[in-house]
């Protein structure tokens, strides 16, 4: 059974960290790219952040640049996004997707609620 299960929100104040896990189960995470993503209320969803199979190239959106770190650990299943310097605008749902590199096939968790307020 696939499954993807985001874990460590939470309300933090500004300025605060935050590290968030997807863990991952019921598929290969090393032939997927992993991806997060965010939502905040009355907005699209956006990508945050991805990283390869490998975890050689990481891409992130010009709003985290310097702020935010995506890594994996393939042996452990899970990714993880280390979220530093937080602000108020970082207040959504965080959401992690799985890719599979060659045949785009997707898998989503459900999301965990980030709120940054003081």
């Known amino acids: 059974q696939v499954q993807v299960v985001e874990s460590g929100g939470g309300l933090v104040q500004p300025g605060g960290s935050l590290r968030l896990s997807c863990a991952a189960s019921?598929?290969?995470?090393?032939?997927?790219?992993m991806s997060w993503y965010r939502q905040a209320p009355g907005k699209e969803r956006e990508l945050v952040a991805e990283?390869?199979?490998?975890?050689?190239?990481?891409n992130y959106a010009d709003s985290v640049k310097g702020r935010f770190t995506i890594s994996r650990d393939n042996a452990k299943s899970t990714v993880y996004l280390q979220m530093n310097s937080l602000k108020p605008e970082d207040t959504a749902v965080y959401y992690c997707?799985?890719?599979?590199?060659?045949?785009?096939?997707?898998?989503w968790g459900k999301g965990t609620l980030v709120t940054v307020s003081s």
């Open positions: 990283i390869s199979n490998t975890g050689v190239a990481t």
């Open positions: 997707k799985a890719s599979h590199r060659v045949t785009r096939l997707d898998y």
């Open positions: 019921g598929f290969i995470l090393r032939s997927y790219v």
